[in-house]
T-cell receptor, first 117, second 108 residues
Framework: EAEVAQSPRYKITEKSQAVAFWCDPI?????LYWYRQILGQGPELLVQ????????DSQLPKDRFSAERLKGVDSTLKIQPAELGDSAMYLC???????????????FGQGTRLTVV | RKEVEQDPGPFNVPEGATVAFNCTYS??????FFWYRQDCRKEPKLLMS???SGNEDGRFTAQLNRASQYISLLIRDSKLSDSATYLC?????????FGAGTRLTVKP
């Protein structure tokens, strides 16, 4: 069964350092999402791509976060500099259709658990 | 006001009980709706889609009320393995938003 791949699974970094997460969506999925989930809360959308274009990054803290999907396939999310409050699970998801009601189920990777110390 | 709101829970029920969760959404242009299940420290996984006519999958029934902008999930004959967090997901024209989740614990 096709899966969304994320790496690393776990990351511990010191505050003020740079950190990067990678996501490889299911082959053929045009839509890619990055979510942040703080323990006990629901996933919060950070950025959404349609192919290589950003569709929504309104909740992305752009002073320290950046995301790219240069070839419309895999994607990287970067934080620089990391802050203590960035400790969370970072989830990547992909779906095959966009703006197609009833056919926009998203599949999630296992996530990257970030701890900033 | 949050775009997607859920019953905060937690819900603690005995095995065999029936439990219902509600979720409301603010964007009337929302197009599709889902319930996801998330186990502790795992990624969310699709439980079921929610259709306007309502749909059932075994012990699970999902319903959508577009006029009132809410969706519901009913679990009958709860099992210990149903213990998880249930996330309401709403697809708008350009995004996919999650509720905060409702935690369910089914006890023997």
């Amino acid at each position: 069964e096709a899966e969304v791949a994320q790496s690393p699974r776990y990351k511990i970094t010191e505050k003020s350092q740079a950190v990067a997460f990678w996501c490889d969506p299911i082959s053929g999925h045009a839509t890619l999402y990055w979510y942040r989930q703080i323990l006990g809360q629901g996933p919060e959308l950070l950025v959404q791509f349609q192919d290589e274009s950003v569709v929504d990054d309104s909740q992305l803290p752009k002073d320290r976060f950046s995301a790219e999907r240069l070839k419309g396939v895999d994607s990287t999310l970067k934080i620089q500099p990391a802050e203590l409050g960035d400790s969370a699970m970072y989830l990547c998801a992909s779906s095959s259709k966009f703006q197609m009601p009833g056919n926009t189920e998203a599949f999630f990777g296992q996530g990257t658990r970030l701890t900033v110390v | 006001r949050k775009e997607v709101e859920q019953d905060p829970g937690p819900f603690n029920v005995p095995e065999g009980a029936t439990v219902a969760f509600n979720c409301t959404y603010s964007n009337s242009a929302s197009q599709s709706f889902f319930w996801y299940r998330q186990d502790c420290r795992k990624e969310p996984k699709l439980l079921m889609s929610v259709y306007s006519s309502g749909n059932e999958d075994g012990r699970f029934t999902a319903q959508l009320n577009r006029a009132s902008q809410y969706i519901s999930l009913l679990i009958r004959d709860s099992k210990l393995s149903d213990s998880a967090t249930y996330l309401c997901v709403v697809n708008g024209p350009n995004d996919m938003r999650f509720g905060a989740g409702t935690r369910l614990t089914v006890k023997p």
